[in-house]
């Protein structure tokens, strides 16, 4: 075989993996928000603490910050979405529950939403134990939330998902707004809710964020990253979009970024028809006003 028939076969193969997977993702073509709504913004945080700095082996000062999360950062995120009648939804590893259970309690006494975010941020490979993983995740937010959760940012398994409850997943980025996604025998659909890494705020305020060098990654100071989220803002507020901002307590919760935090909120509330629900009532809009096809209602 010569390398330009290599190379053929091999363009062929990804052109079918990328038509199999364009026929997994379902659009909503006419989407709209309930009457008055112009545009929604997700405000989310995923409360991971020291999971994801242990996950990687990092050092104890790493560790430490993570720390910081669960101690300050997710109470002054409290404090700021209340400030502003913000309804966020908190992405929350399970573990979480046993290391900070005082704090996920109070998201939801505060009327914010507390979803998954895997176990300890990591799916494992054998299905068995994936699935153990999710129930153990699910049981332990449930007990310490006082509510079931029906959202995830995860990888895991659709069919897993679906047969927990869960109604929608935050993790892909096909879409600027949300959308449905099938698995690979096209069955098990789940809306998901998207967002980006940029705007993300561990992408802007953390050296060696998931391994990379020091030299390739500088703290930006917050009035620049604001500045670019605002613009993200004003682009989606033009067409009617969507937006989801994603944060993390040991990262957005030091006290210059909340206030910088205060005022890109600011901003955004002096334009009409902005909505900042949470991500279930995103969720259930779609679900119960764009169905996907074939779907038999809500749960």
Not at 10 to 20: D, G, H, Q, W
Not at 124 to 141: C, G, I, M, N
């Amino acid at each position: 075989m010569t390398m330009t028939d290599q190379l053929s076969q091999e363009i062929a193969a990804l052109e079918a993996a990328a038509r199999e997977t364009e026929a997994r993702f379902e659009f909503i073509d006419d989407f709209a928000y309930p009457p008055g709504v112009k545009m929604a913004v997700n405000f989310t945080a995923d409360f991971d603490a020291m999971l994801l700095r242990r996950l990687l082996k990092e050092p104890p000062m790493q560790l430490a910050q993570g720390e910081f999360g669960g101690r300050v950062g997710i109470w002054r995120l409290i404090e700021l979405f209340n400030s502003h009648d913000i309804k966020a939804t908190v992405f929350t590893p399970g573990r979480i529950c046993e290391l900070y259970p005082k704090a996920v309690a109070a998201v939801t006494a505060n009327g914010h939403e507390v979803a998954d975010h895997m176990w300890e941020h990591q799916v494992p490979k054998d299905l068995q134990l994936e699935a153990e993983h999710l129930q153990k995740s699910t049981q332990a937010l449930t007990a310490t939330a006082g509510k079931r959760p029906v959202g995830t940012r995860s990888w895991h398994s659709q069919s897993l998902l679906v047969e927990e409850g869960y109604i929608y997943n935050s993790h892909g980025t096909a879409h600027h707004r949300p959308y449905y996604v099938r698995d690979k025998d096209g069955e098990n659909c789940l809306l998901n809710i998207p967002f980006h890494y940029a705007i993300d705020d561990a992408m802007f305020f953390s050296f060696a964020w998931l391994a990379s060098e020091n030299a390739a990654q500088r703290i930006t100071e917050p009035e620049r990253v604001m500045d670019m989220w605002w613009d993200a803002f004003l682009q989606q507020y033009r067409q009617g979009g969507y937006l989801n901002v994603c944060l993390h307590p040991f990262v957005s919760g030091r006290a210059m970024r909340i206030e910088a935090l205060d005022k890109l909120i600011n901003r955004m509330k002096t334009l009409p028809g902005v909505w900042f629900p949470s991500c279930e009532e995103i969720a259930r809009h779609c679900l119960e006003n764009h169905p996907a096809r074939g779907s038999v209602g809500v749960q």
